[in-house]
């Protein structure tokens, strides 16, 4: 008996050890900021390991904090790919944080969502709105426009990211400083309307508020329509995206190859994979617009607002919108908080 359970343990710890070899010999591509619950990265990191073979784990730091830590390791990188966006990853390329790579699709993505030198490429992008939870209204009317929200009816009601912090919180801002009249040489018009905003008693958090919205704790969300669409469609909440009659925004988010990564050839199959096809379409599935505008199903996309309300949407100097980010953030810590 005894001989056998050696025998047996023998065995199972062979197989232990051809177990964790294989797993250790699966390609990797370590990815910073591809959280689970954001755009459904976790569908996504599951869709490349079946096609491709390549294993990337998820990782939930933000934009930020990627960037933060890149600079960290650039003696002795960790990640071959990197997700951020646009703001930061402007300030990755500058900072020599990333690698060029052009990939598979290259030339079907428009010239606006991409660096020249293929330092990064648009993946996706989003427009700001309201997220608004029809339930938490307790009867008072949908908001329609940017002046909507400065009402005393709304006071409470009305949440957005810091914009110091969060680059949502950015993009809300840029958003209602186009649409009040603004550019990106001049901020007055949306530090004037986040001051008015602050006499409506505003719910401000740094971080991503998906959860307050849909259990009526922020009614009203200046936010990205996916998240919206996640709710009213996969949720079932009962939400709305509004998109202002003055205007709004949409900006890109990006995928890059980090300079001298260790798995740089797997990461690069990676970033082919997510505009491709399959990829493109996984995106829009989570209701972000895919920036191979061909990919969007059919189906997804009367699924969105239509196009008479998205041509409310302004266009951004994405450059501008980098350069200026740290600038407008100081403004809003002096003159609004």
């Keep these: ?37 954001w755009a459904d990265w976790a569908g996504q990191v599951k869709a490349i ?25 650039q003696k002795a990188p ?27 699709n290259w030339d079907q993505v428009p010239a606006a969502m991409k660096d020249p030198n293929g ?7 989003g427009t700001v709105g309201f997220f608004v939870n029809r339930d938490a209204l307790e009867g008072k009317p949908v908001p329609r426009s940017w002046a909507d929200l400065l009402k005393p009816e709304y006071r409470g009601m009305v949440g957005y990211l810091d914009p110091s912090s969060a680059f949502a919180g950015y993009a809300a801002a840029i958003a209602a400083n186009q ?29 991503t508020a998906y959860a307050r919205v849909l259990s009526g704790e922020i009614p ?8 919206a669409y996640r709710a009213i469609y996969k949720d079932r909440a009962n939400v709305q995206f509004v998109i202002p009659k003055e205007g709004t925004v949409s900006l890109p988010y990006v995928i890059a190859l980090v ?23 996984h995106w829009a599935q989570a209701f972000l617009r895919p920036v191979r505008a061909s990919t969007m199903p059919a189906e997804v996309a009367a699924k969105f607002l239509p196009a008479s309300d998205y041509a409310r949407v302004k266009p951004v100097d994405l450059q501008k919108l980098a350069a200026q980010q740290d600038a407008f953030g100081q403004q809003y810590l002096k003159n609004v908080r």
């Excluded at 330092?119 to 996706?124: D, P, R």
């Excluded at 009203?220 to 998240?227: A, G, H, R, S």
């Design 1 to 37: 008996m005894k001989l056998w359970i050696t025998r047996a343990a023998r065995t199972l710890a062979l197989f232990t050890l051809l177990g964790a070899g294989a797993a250790q010999a699966q390609p990797t591509a370590i990815c910073y900021n591809c959280p689970p619950e």
């Design 49 to 73: 390991a079946q096609d491709t073979g390549i294993r990337v784990p998820l990782d939930n730091k933000n934009s930020g904090q990627a960037v933060a830590q890149l600079i960290a390791e």
């Design 78 to 104: 960790v990640a071959d790919i990197v997700y951020l966006g646009i703001t930061s990853a402007i300030e990755a390329a500058k900072k020599g944080l990333l690698a060029p790579y052009k990939p598979a």
């Design 119 to 125: 330092m990064w490429t648009t993946i996706h992008s």
């Design 179 to 207: 649409a009040l009249g603004g550019s990106m040489d001049n901020f007055g018009p949306a530090i004037g309307y986040f001051q008015k905003l602050k006499a409506n008693s505003p719910i401000v958090p740094k971080q």
């Design 220 to 227: 009203i969300l200046i936010d990205f329509d996916f998240n």
């Design 259 to 281: 300079k001298n990564g260790p798995h740089a050839d797997n990461g690069k199959k990676v970033i082919d994979y997510t505009l491709s096809d399959k990829g493109q379409a």
